[in-house]
């Protein structure tokens, strides 16, 4: 099936889907018109996807797919967000498991005191580096770090990626799960995971910065949305036929 026939026969299944919605209950009143065109551009597109023969606006060559954005973990660091008190920190798609990815990159780094690089970083630099690398900007001291995020009740409820304060702010560690943390020592040590030897009364907070995992997207719904993955279907089905 060519793909004018294509279009057109998309038109045509679009007209009797605006036709069947306009007698359903808080059917939209919007231009049949331009709702046809929309959804037959949106067809156009979803089938040339599916079959293979995605084009260009004119020209009939195939579109080159988008590369993977540059960003540690597989996140996108183009727009970056700020931790912030008592809120997670959503807008730059990082979650605790791209945490503990992007730490484990630092894994045997010296241990120096006030770094940020490869060179030599102490524990709050680690943590500003991970999350920076992952787009959101932390500050760079423990008791300023304590703050951000929200408050995870205890141990119990920790998740990867979580940060562990011990009381006195005097240090902090990146929980990676399975009863480890990973963190920056001390002088003459270097990053590196361990037991948590950490107890609840330990501890002066544990901060949740990015969200434990990612979140589900819903599942389409409405006899509208049916239709058109029926017809979208219908159609796949006639142009593998032709």
């Known amino acids: 099936m060519s793909i004018d026939a294509v279009l057109s026969r998309i038109s045509e299944i679009q007209t009797?889907?605006?036709?069947?919605?306009?007698?359903?209950?808080?059917?939209?009143?919007?231009?049949?018109?331009?709702?046809?065109?929309?959804?037959?551009?949106a067809f156009a597109d979803a089938l040339a996807t599916a079959t293979g023969t995605a084009t260009g606006s004119t020209t009939g060559t195939p579109t080159a797919a988008a590369p993977t954005?540059?960003?540690?973990?597989?996140?996108?660091?183009?727009?970056?967000?700020?931790a912030g008190a008592g809120t997670i920190a959503t807008g730059s798609g990082a979650t605790g498991a791209d945490v503990v990815a992007d730490a484990k990159k630092y894994l045997g780094v010296p241990y120096v005191f006030g770094g940020t690089t490869t060179s030599g970083m102490d524990c709050s630099?680690?943590?500003?580096?991970?999350?920076?690398?992952?787009?959101?900007?932390?500050?760079?001291?423990?008791?300023?770090?304590?703050?951000?995020?929200?408050?995870?009740?205890?141990?119990?409820?920790?998740?990867?990626?979580?940060?562990?304060?011990?009381?006195?702010?005097?240090?902090?560690?990146?929980?990676?799960g399975d009863g480890k943390v990973l963190h920056a020592p001390h002088p003459g040590k270097d990053v590196r995971i361990v037991d948590n030897w950490l107890k609840d009364s330990d501890i002066q907070t544990i901060r949740r910065i990015v969200p434990a995992q990612k979140a589900a997207v819903p599942a389409a719904s409405g006899a509208g949305t049916d239709l058109q993955t029926a017809a979208l279907m219908s159609l796949m089905q006639s142009g593998s036929a032709a």
């Open 16 to 41: 009797q889907i605006q036709a069947l919605q306009s007698g359903m209950p808080g059917a939209s009143a919007a231009s049949p018109t331009a709702g046809t065109a929309a959804s037959s551009t």
């Open 69 to 82: 954005p540059a960003g540690s973990a597989g996140v996108s660091t183009a727009t970056s967000v700020d």
């Open 125 to 176: 630099g680690l943590v500003q580096t991970v999350f920076k690398d992952l787009g959101v900007k932390m500050p760079r001291v423990v008791p300023d770090q304590a703050d951000m995020g929200v408050a995870v009740p205890s141990l119990a409820q920790a998740q990867p990626g979580d940060l562990i304060i011990p009381k006195g702010e005097g240090h902090i560690v990146i929980y990676v």
